[in-house]
């Protein structure tokens, strides 16, 4: 008799339709907490900005009278919809958090799913936070088993691995088994995607990827709610995820090892900087430079192996960016404006900031040198050497970019985030204050109220 040793998927969904939340460590919480006010913030931004409009319009067409709402807005629309709509909306802005070991944007696939369906079956605060952990774990372990694996296939891995997430926080809410959790697994793998073909073009394609996975979980999951089969071997499988969307050698093991003792949650990098997470340590270590710009000869930068391809080749299109995305993704252009102007904000990558000659000018004399192939390319040290025209060199050096959990931000500049991000007073501290306590809350209806009247306070300011 062959006994048969249970799948990574099996597992993995026995795991999330188990867990309690009292299971759930405390410094877990607070994490998962802090990372959805992060996102509820940046879907705000994104609102106001109208950065995620394409999105949002075509999430409007799927109303529905027994529908939910997106973050900042009272239209009822289908549950699938509103999943795409709050991912473009949190990853809009390119300002949305970063695990990186797997190099994935977890926020982007997490939050749509467990507030669209949490609206839905109507469920407490704790529940949704308990499922919203589910979708950490999960985004991050997935691609943590092959770390720039999926990347350097040429797929988002934000993408590849949302889809599975998004399908588990779903079965997960909906009360579903173990196996119909799996089946759900198998049909999100299906949808598993994403090409990073935009950095070719500038285009903002990427800003999708999270909303479109997180749509396509949804459904997955409803899917197999209905009596839909999926392999359950789309881990380990010779056509699974990993063999299929991989460049890299994956330990599929690693979704599974050690859940519920060691939490990846913990381990998600919040961003202080609008831009690709891949050059935020070597703007960090550029800081402070006492160099005149008009003193400056050259620039020598050290990066990771892994990141150059992204934030650094071509380096025509990196040093005069085709659009304001393409300008997110060099690290020659931002780090000219961050010389230049002293900071890097949204308001950085405005169209009307793309030709200014001076940045232009500056980019081109970055020089870059790649850095040991050690450790992960987001958890890298930055280096920079300034050079000035008199002979002197600035050096700067930091062991890690701020807000990694080596150097995370503090409630106090998470809040302050929050707070520029919703551009409204009052309303955003009690906003921010029941996501902070979500646990405690019976459901997210007053969330939403609040979302939905900071951006119709703001849209009428402007």
Request: aromatic share 4%; with cysteine.
């Amino acid at each position: 008799m062959t006994i048969t040793a249970p799948t990574v998927s099996a597992r993995l969904s026995q795991w999330a339709i188990d867990l309690s939340f009292e299971q759930i460590p405390e410094s877990v919480r607070h994490s998962a907490t802090r990372h959805l006010l992060d996102g509820v913030g940046l879907a705000i931004a994104a609102n106001r900005l109208h950065a995620a409009h394409a999105a949002c319009t075509v999430a409007r067409t799927f109303s529905s009278p027994s529908g939910v709402r997106m973050l900042g807005s009272n239209d009822l629309l289908a549950v699938s919809a509103v999943a795409l709509a709050n991912g473009v909306l949190v990853h809009a802005l390119d300002f949305d958090d970063t695990h990186a070991k797997g190099l994935v944007h977890a926020t982007a696939v997490t939050l749509p799913a467990a507030f669209a369906v949490g609206q839905s079956v109507d469920a407490t605060g704790a529940d949704i936070l308990t499922a919203a952990v589910v979708g950490y774990e999960t985004v991050c372990r997935v691609a943590s088993a092959t770390p720039h694996g999926f990347h350097a296939r040429g797929m988002h891995a934000t993408s590849v691995s949302g889809t599975l997430a998004a399908s588990l926080i779903t079965s997960r809410l909906r009360g579903a088994d173990a196996e119909v959790a799996a089946n759900g697994l198998g049909i999100a793998a299906s949808t598993s995607g994403g090409l990073l073909e935009f950095l070719e073009t500038g285009s903002d394609t990427k800003t999708l990827h999270p909303g479109l996975a997180s749509m396509n979980g949804v459904i997955a999951a409803e899917l197999a709610a209905a009596g839909g089969q999926g392999p359950t071997t789309v881990f380990e499988g010779k056509y699974g995820i990993y063999a299929a969307l991989s460049a890299r050698e994956a330990d599929p093991e690693i979704v599974v090892s050690d859940l519920g003792e060691s939490w990846e949650t913990t381990r998600i990098s919040i961003k202080p900087i609008p831009a690709c997470q891949l050059m935020h340590v070597t703007l960090d270590a550029a800081k402070g430079s006492s160099v005149a710009i008009e003193e400056i000869e050259r620039i020598q930068v050290i990066v990771h192996p892994d990141s150059a391809p992204t934030v650094c080749e071509p380096r025509e299109t990196k040093n005069s960016p085709r659009t304001p995305y393409d300008a997110k993704f060099s690290l020659p252009w931002s780090l000219a404006a961050q010389l230049i102007d002293g900071e890097v904000t949204v308001d950085t990558y405005r169209v009307e900031n793309l030709d200014r000659p001076e940045l232009m000018r500056l980019a081109e004399r970055v020089e870059v040198e790649l850095g040991p192939a050690e450790g992960f390319a987001a958890d890298a040290s930055g280096h920079v050497r300034i050079h000035s025209l008199n002979g002197d060199v600035w050096y700067g050096t930091v062991a890690g970019s701020k807000g990694t959990p080596q150097h995370p931000l503090s409630d106090d500049d998470l809040l302050t985030k929050f707070r520029t991000n919703c551009g409204d007073g009052s309303q955003a501290d009690e906003l921010a204050d029941i996501i902070l306590n979500l646990a405690n809350q019976p459901n997210v209806t007053r969330l939403h109220d609040l979302a939905s009247s900071i951006v119709f306070k703001e849209a009428l300011r402007s």
